[in-house]
């Protein structure tokens, strides 16, 4: 065992490590399979604490990798006419697994303990990644050099890897053996409380008097005045800053432009699962519609304000686990704003690549801003901050000295280059796309709400 152990952790550091250094047996094999097992149980209990239970359900992803090593090796045995393969490939995998398995979870836990932080703009998945990385390129280069080139052969033995084991661990979840404790004791575990905030009984039966409340509780418009009301939406609970901004901003719209009673905001997070309707595309079309029957169409404005993580192929991020909610992509955005029978929008998306909903919102009687270029990132997402970049300079910064929309993007932009060139990050170019109609109706919002600060 020491010695696979030995050779794993050479190989795990892209130094050599001979075949013939590995013991190769069925039991070496078992006994590796129960040390991956021991490392999953332990590391587990690491991160998320004493309190909790053993999670059989975690079993058969847990042991899925040994039979796809497995397979692998049989399948190079098979192409190379060497039987010896047959558990070299495992053993020798599950070797270098039980490295990179240690590094991961001291990682994790020192990321858990916030010894360290990785950059805001490259959470929440690039931990993950680069774990997941290391061990694909030691595995690769692995196979490399454990199998030898044979004429006929050739890259065979790479590709049958790739397709049994690497494309398989991919996708499969990666799930814990040991999960956190649900208690009904208010000093129980904090991170089990967060864990499962979204599906205990009785967040899970609040949501719908929730929603029916806040959705009631909107106040009809007032005749005669063009009022300006608010939908808050923020659909990624598994990072603070997006729950923090939809209240921060629902509060200083409510401060500065009226909307006091005229806003619901819809948010994902654990703290507010029994207090706030969740976010999700469904309760979106809900709320929306709610607000277009209480407007007037003809006068009023609704200003939607969304906050998440957006990709490059133009959906947002919808996730509350373990519940499965479906991202949204502009044409599903401007449908519930269609179907809501709302004709005069602002629709400020705070997310990554958010330019790409600027074509399919846009119109007339539209004003569209975009956190970033279509093909570019935004940043600020970290738990430690209160607003994303660019709604911290357009909401929180140049919002509060202006009532012109436009004239605040254009404060925005400015801020925000500054600040992505003082921090040395790649520029988001944030973008924005207003109707002509549009510019003459936000005018005349402008003109009411500035002579009232006047008074």
């Not at 060497?82 to 979870?105: E, F």
């Not at 929309?405 to 600040?419: C, G, H, N, P, V």
């Amino acid at each position: 065992m020491g010695a696979n152990l030995l050779s794993g952790l050479r190989l795990a550091l892209f130094l050599d490590a001979p075949a013939g250094r590995f013991l190769v047996s069925a039991g070496q094999l078992c006994a590796l399979a129960m040390l991956g097992l021991l490392l999953n149980f332990f590391g587990s209990m690491l991160l998320v604490g004493s309190e909790g239970f053993f999670n059989f359900q975690a079993l058969p992803s847990a042991l899925f990798g040994v039979l796809a090593l497995l397979f692998a090796g049989l399948l190079m045995a098979r192409c190379l006419k060497d039987n010896r393969y047959t558990l070299l490939i495992p053993v020798a995998m599950a070797s270098i697994g039980i490295t990179i398995g240690v590094a991961a979870y001291l990682f994790y836990f020192a990321l858990a303990q916030k010894w360290f932080q990785m950059p805001a703009d490259l959470e929440p998945y690039f931990s993950y990644y680069v774990v997941f990385g290391w061990w694909t390129l030691a595995s690769l280069l692995t196979v490399a050099r454990l199998v030898p080139w044979v004429p006929g052969v050739g890259l065979l033995p790479v590709f049958i890897f790739v397709l049994t084991v690497l494309v398989p661990e991919s996708f499969l979840p990666s799930e814990r053996l040991w999960e956190p404790a649900v208690s009904e004791d208010p000093a129980g575990s904090e991170a089990a409380a967060r864990w499962y905030a979204a599906v205990t009984e009785k967040s899970l039966y609040a949501q719908p008097d929730l929603l029916a409340s806040a959705l009631t509780n909107i106040a009809a418009e007032r005749p005669g005045i063009d009022d300006l009301y608010f939908v808050g939406f923020a659909p990624y609970a598994s990072q603070d800053v997006f729950m923090k901004e939809a209240r921060a901003v629902e509060q200083m719209l409510q401060e500065r432009f009226d909307t006091a009673g005229r806003s619901v905001s819809l948010i994902n997070h654990a703290s507010l699962a029994e207090q706030t309707p969740l976010a999700s595309l469904t309760s979106l079309r809900k709320a929306l519609r709610a607000v277009g029957g209480r407007i007037n169409s003809e006068e009023d404005i609704v200003l939607l304000h969304v906050t998440t993580h957006g990709s490059e192929d133009h959906q947002l991020s919808v996730e509350f686990w373990p519940l499965k909610l479906d991202p949204i992509g502009p044409a599903e955005l401007r449908a519930a704003l269609d179907d809501a029978g709302i004709k005069w929008r602002i629709v400020v998306v705070s997310a990554c690549y958010a330019g790409g909903f600027i074509d399919a919102l846009k119109n007339d009687n539209t004003l569209v801003v975009a956190a970033a270029e279509s093909t570019k990132q935004s940043f600020g997402c970290g738990n430690e901050f209160n607003f994303t970049y660019f709604s911290k300079a357009y909401f929180d910064e140049a919002l509060r000295n202006t009532h012109s929309f436009s004239e605040a993007f254009d404060m925005a932009k400015s801020a925000i280059r500054l600040r992505e060139t003082k921090e040395g990050i790649a520029e988001s170019n944030p973008q924005s796309q207003v109707g002509e109609a549009m510019v003459a109706k936000l005018a005349r919002l402008r003109e009411r709400l500035d002579a009232a600060e006047v008074k």
